[in-house]
């Protein structure tokens, strides 16, 4: 019996990364097929010839790079904000008991409870009171808001992971709390911040519903919007120039994993242990 157990286990690693990954690999397929294969009814993953002017029909897409670019600023900059407030403020849910804590973590929870379409129309007035509802400065605050309370949630485990032994030291050494915060609290948590960031930038990258309320100015526009513009009108679909598009704007965060897949595992591990 216990032989059977390992290859059951490869068998279903195997069928969850097929899972996972027939949806990119479809889409690659699909980057560089012509629109008659496309479109006709015999569907196969492998592309009867390689058609790559889908690409260059991508990038000639007018403003492409350009939302490229919005949609890096916007996530580099709202990831950078959440982190520097989520830090300090997952210290304190960590370290402080009592109702400072309860009040915290019932804020994160409940803030997660109420699908986006309900918050959408306030932030969109308060916006519009200070004149940022076609704005990146306006995008990032509203990608801020939306991420923080995950990054708390997150964070906050990596800081209850961290012994108090080790501030207490560094308390009797004659360090102030703010020294021991950054020399000893915060170098710990490296693994932990680069995890949340990842997530969070990927979250700005790839969001979508804001975006479409909040941004009317081609200028301003974010790639997943750019890339709605595919979408002609009565349903037709540049479906080759589309998913090549679409391959092009998940690089930055297959690169982005690919290269601190080791932080972000030990992240993830340093989160869910604690002690």
């Known amino acids: 019996m216990r032989l059977l157990i390992r290859p059951a286990q490869y068998a279903a690693l195997a069928a969850y990364l097929l899972f996972l990954g027939f949806p990119l690999l479809w889409l690659i397929s699909a980057s560089v097929k012509s629109s008659a294969e496309l479109n006709s009814l015999s569907v196969s993953l492998l592309p009867q010839q390689w058609h790559w002017e889908n690409y260059s029909q991508a990038l000639d897409r007018q403003g492409l790079v350009r939302s490229a670019?919005?949609?890096?600023?916007?996530?580099?900059?709202?990831?950078?904000?959440?982190?520097?407030?989520?830090?300090?403020?997952?210290?304190?849910?960590?370290?402080?008991?009592?109702?400072?804590?309860?009040?915290?973590?019932?804020?994160?929870?409940?803030?997660?409870?109420?699908?986006?379409?309900?918050?959408?129309?306030?932030?969109?007035?308060?916006?519009?009171?200070?004149?940022?509802?076609?704005?990146?400065?306006?995008?990032?605050?509203?990608?801020?808001?939306?991420?923080?309370?995950?990054?708390?949630?997150?964070?906050?485990?990596?800081?209850?992971?961290?012994?108090?032994?080790?501030?207490?030291?560094?308390?009797?050494?004659?360090?102030?709390?703010?020294?021991?915060?950054?020399a000893i609290v915060f170098p710990l948590l490296t693994p932990g911040i680069v995890a949340t960031a990842m997530f969070s930038f990927v979250a700005s990258w790839n969001e979508f519903f804001f975006a479409l309320v909040l941004l009317q100015s081609p200028e301003n526009y974010t790639l997943p919007i750019t890339l709605k513009m595919f979408i002609g009108g009565e349903g037709k679909v540049a479906l080759g120039p589309l998913a090549a598009g679409a391959v092009l704007a998940a690089i930055p965060s297959i690169v982005f994993f690919t290269l601190l897949r080791r932080r972000l595992t030990s992240g993830l591990m340093a989160g869910a242990v604690k002690g």
């Open 69 to 182: 670019w919005n949609s890096l600023v916007v996530a580099l900059v709202s990831t950078a904000l959440v982190i520097l407030i989520a830090l300090p403020a997952s210290y304190v849910l960590a370290r402080v008991k009592g109702k400072v804590r309860m009040a915290g973590v019932t804020w994160i929870l409940v803030s997660q409870v109420f699908p986006v379409v309900l918050v959408v129309l306030p932030l969109f007035l308060v916006l519009r009171t200070f004149g940022l509802t076609d704005s990146l400065v306006g995008l990032v605050l509203v990608h801020t808001t939306y991420m923080l309370p995950f990054a708390l949630w997150m964070l906050q485990g990596y800081v209850a992971s961290v012994p108090v032994e080790l501030e207490e030291a560094g308390s009797m050494d004659g360090a102030s709390r703010f020294t021991v915060l950054r």
